[in-house]
């Protein structure tokens, strides 16, 4: 009886949380065919195209700008999961001089408000002649990810630790195999999850974008938001549908992509006992 009551407490919960998920999603299809929708009338007023044709028009250039975006984030959260892995390692595993300094130095980004960073960089990236540039803006969207990426894998290396590649180094292994066939399909999880929060925050990134990018960089975001802040309804559902699914899409190729390397250390593991 009392599995029952949970399993179905259970199942009301999966259903109100997927009901809060997907109901704004259908609210935003809806608006993105609507031109009028006035309160308190239950359907739309009057149905429209004027979002998608937009999307599509020639002089939009939304899908050039919208790979360049995905180009832009994926560099961006793959730098980060990488630098947030190796950051991870040395603050949990190693003591050195300066510790502490980095790990509070690490929440900076997000304790100080995004508009008082993104100009103090600024001036920064113009002494380095990196403004207005791509590699300008990656490098702040870097910045502005490390500390979500490198708390997530921080928490999860000190909760995995080291001692099975401790058991990997007395059998013989190097440490980068060590490391590459042991820790790191256990930390796949992490690193998935680090790469998503990147390409996330990176994607969605505005005013850091424009600032730093100068208008010279254009994100799908910068096309977004405008619209958004004007209040046009429907072009805004319209790109706004089109960052969910895109997003959506980038998350199920980084899923799969990730999911290969568990298999990795099951041939390795095989190798071992083998031998």
Known sequence: MHRGKGSYALRFYLALVLFVILAPMVILLFWTFTSRWPWPHLYPATLSLRGIEELFAPHAKVLPVLLSSIGLSLAVAFLSAIVA???ARALVFYDFPGKR???LLGMAPILVPSSVFAMG???????????DTMSGVILVHLIYTLPYTTNIMKDLTH??????EDQAYVLG?????????VSL???SPGILASISMAYVVSFSQYFITLLIGGGKVRTFSTLMVPFIGKGDRTLGSAYGLVFILSTLIVFMVINQIIRLLPYQKKGVDSNWNSN
Do not use: C, E, N, Y
């Not at 960089?121 to 403004?131: K, Q, T």
């Not at 292994?173 to 066939?181: D, E, G, R, T, Y």
């Open 85 to 87: 892995t190796m950051t």
């Open 101 to 103: 300094w980095i790990d």
């Open 121 to 131: 960089i600024h001036v920064v990236l113009i002494r380095m002649s990196l403004a």
């Open 159 to 164: 909760s995995i630790g080291k001692q099975m």
């Open 173 to 181: 292994v190097s440490p980068w195999k060590a490391f590459f066939h």
């Open 185 to 187: 399909p256990l930390i």
